[in-house]
């Protein structure tokens, strides 16, 4: 069977959604064809000039970059510079490039997901909760001739989803009744009259931001002059998912030995901390990165420590100032092993696809 790099984007769109990236990131599909056939895959945290090289040897069709290409604007492409000599590199090869960089982070299963898992945190929340997107209730009334054209004309516009399942609605059939004017054009009965209309109420939720699609969607299918219909807010939830995580060690333990155990399963060179060694750790809050700006939220909900992948000199001062212990095995290392992961679920996705995890990719970092 064989796969396109548009619907191996897809899925990694389903996989860790572009809409819960941050607002500042480019993610998604950067480079490519989306009908291009796909036969191997690289997932790397960074396209260098060495991960291009090796992707070129090894035939790839698509890389999956944590940290995308292009990530600000660029005005001239040309091989004058080394950014600008690689991406020409990779459009001539025909290698497409697609990176879920923060939508990955944040994402349930993702890498702060995964870190909370390899360090054994249990009643694990995020730092700062999505909102849930608003959703609404249209309710339409229907007479039976109409019902399927109706129903799925609101399915195509983006209504009746819920969670994992699509096509979603109740209805109940009941009678209607109306009164047409002199000017009116009933499409059953007569004007001037009331009459009554066997029809179904028909209910489906709906984002807020597709209501006014799916409403038109629903006026063009209807065949009713004025077709009756109504909307409802409904309650909004914070979403289980967000920005960084926090939660408890199933075994509390010094930040000493907490380091030496994110050292040994990050697979890191070394790890720096900052505050007592001794200090007991309950909690622990994380973001993968340069996620310094979250250690205030993991203070906020009471963690001890807070582990993220690099952080400014004057950014671990205030941290120790208020008490807050900091664990930075450095930005490579936090991410890694989300890169890893990627390749294995995209593995198993897509068992008839080469996955390979870069071996050129390298943190830039080096300590004697």
Known sequence: MSWTVGQIADFLQHLAPTSRAAEWDNVGLIIGDRNHVVERILTCLTVTQPVVDEAVS?????????????????????????????????????????SPHTSWDNCAGGINDHLAELLDLVEVRPLRAFPKARQLKLVVFVPEKDRAAVMDAVFAAGAGIIGNY?????????????????????????????EEVDEWRLEVICPENQIDRVIKAMRTAHSYEEPAYDVYPLWSEKERIGEGRWGRLVQPMSLTDLAETVKKRLRCEGVQIVG???????????????????????????????????????DCLAA?????????????ASEWVGVQHLAERLAQQFPHVAVLCSEADRDPLRRL
């Open 58 to 98: 090894r035939r790839i069709d698509l890389i999956v970059t944590h940290h995308p290409v292009l990530f600000r604007p660029i005005q001239k492409l040309t091989a004058d510079s080394p950014q600008g000599g690689w991406l020409l590199t990779l459009v001539r090869a025909g290698i497409a490039v697609y």
């Open 276 to 314: 007592d060694g001794g200090r007991l750790v309950h909690h622990l809050g994380l973001a993968c990165g340069a996620g310094a700006d979250f250690w205030r939220d993991a203070l906020r909900h009471g963690c001890d420590a807070f582990l993220t992948g690099e952080a400014r000199f004057h």
């Open 166 to 194: 699509r096509e979603c609605s109740f209805r109940v059939s009941g009678q209607g009744t109306f009164f047409g004017t002199e000017s009116a054009q009933p499409v059953v009965g007569e004007k001037g009259r009331r």
């Open 320 to 332: 120790l100032a208020e008490g807050m212990a900091l664990i930075l095995p450095g930005h490579f």
